[in-house]
């Protein structure tokens, strides 16, 4: 029996049914085809079907099953709905009386009369999986596109990065146009969970690209991690080599989601990515963090364990968090900033103690942000102009 398109990986899927569409129904012609009791008389399968025009693109049969099938509707099955929905699909049709009935031939039946049946909806599925011209995919080069905000309305002052750049686009590349102007109503390739999936395929396409400059060099790592706005914990991860010419490289290769910040945590989650993109954890010869303690912790901390692995990875607590640093300290000593710190911190104090302060600082702040906009000096869109609490000072970033 035929495994089923739904019993393959979904990534799969799509190309396995183009390969089946490639190859079209099997239509084989055999000198006899196997007889069928029903009831007092034997019945078989006819090669004329084949010929017949409403059949002929659709109409399978298996010589194994002694049964019809249906090519477009066996492509776009899905494993929901009663038995009887996948007679032409997984069980197979056998019962040749009906086909030759004028008045309830089961081959016409299966087609159905309205043009939203599932067989002929099958038929345009296919016809649409098989147009590549229309697949955004096929017509976005690596560096024609570059992702940003989620999809804004068309009459929208800030429309995103995506839809902006893709107009952009649009105006010089023909193929993209092309396929943006033939593109059906329902499937304008626009939508958030689009243009994630497009982000995905360009994000593997540049981590690839980084791998291949790496070759066999050896690199050092550069990490640290910080809280997103949704609260989740992220860990920024930078790798940095010589290319074969001689060069220092120094490539963002991701951000990963850590359920903590702990050295084991962070250890574990950068070995996997190392691993899954083939980069040997022997080859590390740098480690950059921060001076944290779950960082450059001598004995537990991130430096420590990937020291224990590879003694090779020398550590630098990395400059740019050491100038950081270097400047908080010498601006404390500068009465006047020293002075604008601790009033900045006295007003955040008095302010978030309490619900009323904090409401009416909220509505003098909406009352600001809605005079702006009626004047036309503030955009309007999705994510802008948020209204949040105060946030407090510190040495090296602002408290969530």
């Known amino acids: 029996m035929c495994k089923q398109i739904w019993e ?7 190309e396995i049914r ?79 009386k009906k086909v030759n009935d004028v008045n309830n031939c089961s081959f016409l039946n299966h087609m159905g009369k309205e043009p939203n049946s599932f067989h002929r909806a099958s038929e345009q599925a296919m016809i649409d999986l098989m147009n590549q011209s229309q697949h955004i995919q096929k017509c976005l080069h690596f560096k024609d596109l570059l992702l940003g905000d989620e999809m804004k309305s068309s009459d929208s002052i800030n429309r995103g990065n995506f839809l902006e750049i893709l107009d952009l686009v649009v105006s010089y590349n023909e193929y993209v146009a092309e396929a943006i102007e033939k ?29 291949e400059e790496i070759g066999d ?59 899954h993109h083939s980069l040997d954890i022997q080859d ?60 900045l911190s006295s007003i955040v104090n008095v302010v978030g103690a309490s619900c009323k302060r904090t409401e009416q600082l909220k509505k003098a702040y909406a009352d600001q942000i809605a005079y702006f906009v009626e004047i036309g000096e503030l955009e309007t869109g999705r994510g802008l102009n948020r209204i949040s609490t105060l946030q407090r000072a510190g040495d090296t970033s602002w408290a969530w």
């Open 8 to 14: 393959y990986d979904a990534n799969e899927r799509d």
């Open 18 to 96: 183009r390969a089946y569409i490639k190859l079209g129904p099997y239509q084989p012609k055999l000198d006899e085809f196997k007889k069928t009791k029903f009831g007092r008389h034997s019945r078989k399968f006819k090669h004329s079907w084949f010929a017949i025009k409403e059949f002929s693109t659709w109409l399978e049969y298996s010589p194994s099953k002694d049964a019809a099938f249906c090519l477009p509707c066996f492509v776009s099955d899905k494993p929901t709905g009663n038995s009887g929905s996948h007679v032409f699909t997984k069980n197979g049709f056998r019962n040749w």
């Open 183 to 211: 593109a059906p109503k329902n499937a304008s390739y626009k939508s958030p969970k689009i243009q994630k999936e497009i982000l995905h395929v360009f994000s593997n396409k540049v981590k690839k690209a980084i791998r």
């Open 217 to 275: 060099a050896k690199f050092c790592l550069i990490v640290d991690e910080a809280r997103d706005e949704s609260m989740k914990e992220q860990m920024a991860i930078v790798i940095r080599f010589v290319d074969k010419d001689g060069f220092v490289r120094e490539h963002f290769f991701g951000v990963v989601h850590v359920p903590d910040t702990t050295a084991l945590t962070l250890k574990n989650e950068i070995y996997s990515i190392l691993s």
């Open 284 to 343: 590390i010869r740098g480690q950059g963090y921060d001076g944290a303690s779950n960082m450059r912790g001598k004995w537990n901390g991130l430096k420590a364990l990937v020291s224990n692995d590879c003694p090779y990875a020398y550590y630098i607590h990395y400059f740019a968090h050491r100038l950081q640093l270097a400047l908080v300290a010498a601006s404390k000593e500068v009465i006047l900033v020293q002075s604008f710190f601790n009033r």
